[in-house]
Every structure is written in C-alpha cells, then in structure tokens.
C-alpha cells in the first residue's frame, strides 16, 4: 500500500514556474515507477510525465516536453515536478500515481493516486 499527497499548487502567472511535490509513505516506494497527470475543467485526466523507480527514464507528454521535468529523491519518498513557462493552459489539477509495473503514460497501469493539486496559470 502506498499514500501519495501532492502539494506546491497554487496561483501563478503565464510564464511563471512552480514545482509540485508528491510525498509517500508505505513500504518499497523506491519498487514503484511514479507519474504525473491532470485533469482540467470539462477534459478527461491526461498524462503528463512519468518517471522509472531508478531515475534512468523518463517520459513527457508533447505538450509539456522542453517545458517540465519530471525527478525523485527515493531517501525522501518524494517525486518532483518542476514546471517552467507556463501557460493558462496548464491549468488543471495535478495528481501524482504510483505504478509497481513499470512507468506508463497509460492511466490504467497505475495502482495508487494523490489526491491532487490545483495549478490555476492566469493569462
């Protein structure tokens, strides 16, 4: 069993960054392959960037790549999002899962979800 709450959303301007922080807790975090995904008012989740249990890879929707980066520190059980130029697009809730098959852009492949975080980009 894994808990996942993110945390750092907030308010920003167009071109602002932000960096959005998932902590867990439970056994074996470093066994799970971590993603982040965001649901904006009226669309379905989408994917955003996910990130393989040993850092080697990582993966990025089109329409964030160049722009967010996606790392982890596994002695804090903690996965990062670190959003740069951002635009009112991006507004969305951002949630953080936890995958133990490996890193996916599927949202199906993931076991645990956060609870999410709001990310509001004024234009």
């Known amino acids: 069993q894994v808990q996942l709450v993110e945390s750092g959303g907030g308010l920003v301007q167009a071109g602002d960054s932000l960096r959005l922080s998932c902590a867990a807790s439970?056994?074996?975090?470093?066994?799970?392959?971590l993603g982040w995904f965001r649901q904006a008012p009226g669309k379905e989740r989408e994917f955003v960037a996910a990130?393989?249990?040993?850092?080697?890879?990582?993966y990025y929707a089109d329409s964030v790549k160049g722009r967010f980066t996606i790392s982890r520190d596994n002695a804090k059980n903690t996965v990062y999002l670190q959003m740069n130029s951002l635009k009112a697009e991006d507004t969305a809730v951002y949630y953080c899962?936890?995958?133990?098959?490996?890193?996916?852009?599927?949202?199906?492949?993931?076991?645990?979800w956060g609870q999410g975080t709001q990310v509001t980009v004024s234009s």
């Open positions: 439970g056994r074996s975090f470093r066994s799970y392959a």
């Open positions: 899962a936890a995958a133990i098959r490996g890193a996916s852009r599927v949202e199906s492949m993931y076991d645990y």
């Open positions: 990130i393989t249990w040993s850092s080697t890879t990582s």
